[in-house]
C-alpha cells in the first residue's frame, strides 16, 4: 500500500532524529499505531497511563536534551497527558505530544469522544499548537512543532484527526500560492554576552570579597567553567533542586541544596555573602537569597524574558551557562584572601557530618534519611536518580551526595506527585547500560506507580543492566502535606485525608517478576541497598519509615514556630513521636 499521512509523520520524526515514542493506543490515533507495526526504527514504549508517557517524554528530555515525544488518543487520552506536559513546560523542557482527534467531518458535531483539542492544549503548548486539517500540512507542522520545542524549550503539540492519518501521504506541497516548504534541522545559536557587559560583571565578581553562587539545571554540562570560577573567586557554589547534579557534592565549596529542603552551609552562605552570581537558575523562594541591597549581584541566563526575576541584579548577561562562564574567567582576579572560601568549606563540612549523625538517630521503625545516607555510599557509578514529590525530594536533597558522571532529576517547578517512576523508567530506555533508582512515597506508588511497575515488568529484560531500584518510603501517610500542614496552615495532621493503606510493594512486585525487598529495621537498609545493586532484575525495597522525622528547613521562621506548636497544641495524632523526633533534629543542628 502506498504511504498515509501516518507512515510520513514517523519518516519525518526520524528525520529529526526521533526513535522512541512513548504512549498508549487507541481508536483516535489507529493510523498512527498501524503506521507504527509498519516501522521497524522508531521505539514504541506502551506506558500503562498517558499522564506516565507524558513524564517519560519530559524526563527523556531532561536526562538527554533531545525532544521528547508522547502519543495519545483523541478525548480522553489527550486529556491524559497534560500534567507530564505541565512539567516539561514548567521545567522548560522540550517535548512533542502528538494527539488524535475525531475525524473533521464529525467535528463540530457533539461527536463521541470530541474535546476541542485546540483550547484544551493551548496553554500547556502555549508556544505551538495546531491541528492537521490536510495531508499538506503534516511536513511543516511537525518541521516547526519540532524546531519551536527545541529553540524555546518548550512542549508543542501537533494534533491529527484520524481520517487525516489515513489519508495518503503529501511528501511534497505543489510548487503554488498558499503552500509551505518546510525543512528538517535545528541549530541552536552561540548565545554570549556583549564585552562591555562580562567586564561589567567581572568588576562586580573581582570587587567582591564574599562571593556566592547558585546554579541550577542550565548549568548542568558547564561543571569544569564553574569549578575553576569557584577557584578563582575563592566563591562558594549552593545548587537548586533542579541542578544537583551540576556539580558534585565531593567537592569542598559546594554547599549543597538551597531553599526549604536545603542545607544550612547553603543558607548561611546566602545570609553572609556580600556578592551574589546566580547562574542558569530561577530558584523562586526569596526568602532564601540574600536581603534586597545587601549584595552586588549578576545573572547568567539563556532566557532573556528571565533575569532579574528573583533579585534586582546589577548586571544581567544573556547567554548559555558554560560558554558565558569561560567568556568570564579570563577577566577575573584570583582571590588572595582565602578566608571566606575556608569558612565555607568547614560549614559544608559540617553540614555533612550532621547528615550522618542524624541519619543515625533511631526512629520508629526507621529512619528514613538513613535509607538515603545508606544509599549513598553504595551507588553504583553514573547512577540515574529521581525522586518523587515529596519527602523523598528532602531526603534526596540534603542525603544523597552526587558523584561525577551521575545524573538527578524530579518535578521542580510543578512539583506534582507520580514523576518519580516514570523518570526512572525513561533513564533506563535512554541508557539501558547505566543503573537507575527511584524514590517514591507510598502514597505516589498508590496513585500511579503501581502500574507503572507492570510497565517494568513488560520492558526490563530489553536493558542491558537491568538495575532499576525502586526505594519506596512506606509511612502510611501523605507525609509533607502532613508535615505542610503543621508548618504552614496552623493545622495538626488529618488522619481522614492523609492516611494511605498499608499495601506491601515488596509483595506486589515479586508478584509482577521483580525482585522485592522489606526494611523494618535499622540493621537492613544497608545489606538490601547491595542486594537490590547485585540484582539481575529490577527491585522494589518497601522501607517501613517513621512518619514523625520532620525534615527541617535550614531556618525556622517564627510563623513556622508558632504554626507548628499550634498544630501540637491542637491535639495532632502524632504529638508524642513528633516531639521526640524534633528534639532530636534541632539538638543536632
Known sequence: MSDTVADFILTRLKQWGITRIYGFPGDGISGLVAALGRDDEIEFVQARHEESAAFMAAAHAKWTGEVGCCLATSGPGAIHLLNGLYDAKLDHQPVLAIVGQQGRNALGGNYQQEVDLQSLFKDVASEYVHTMMAPGQARHLIDRALRIAQARRSVTCVIAPNDVQEAAAVEAPPHAHGTVHSGVGYQAPRLLPADKDLAAAADILNAGEKVGVLVGAGAIGAETQITQLAETLGAGVAKALLGKAALP????????????????????MMRECDTLLMIASRFPYSEFLPKEGQVKAVQIDLDPTMVSMRYPMDVNLVGDAADTVEALLPRLKPKTDRSWRETIEKKTAEWWEGVEQRAKESADPVNPERLFWEASSRL???????????????????????RRGMKASLSGTLATMCPGLPYAVAAKFCYPDRAAVAFVGDGAMQMLGITDLITVSKYWRNWADPRLVICVLANQDLNQVTWELRAMADSPRVDKTQD??????AAYAELLGLKGLRIDRTEEIGPAWEVAFAADRPTVIHATVDPDVPTLPPHITMDQAKSFMSALVHGDSETAGIVKQTIKRVTDR
Open 249 to 268: 557534592d565531593d567537592l569542598p565549596f559546594v554547599t549543597g541544596s538551597i531553599g526549604l529542603l536545603g542545607t544550612q552551609a547553603s543558607d548561611w
Open 380 to 402: 553504583p557509578d553514573k547512577a540515574i536518580l529521581s525522586a518523587d514529590s515529596g519527602s523523598s525530594a528532602n531526603w534526596l536533597a540534603r542525603a544523597i551526595k552526587i
Open 500 to 505: 494511605v493503606p498499608d499495601i506491601d510493594m
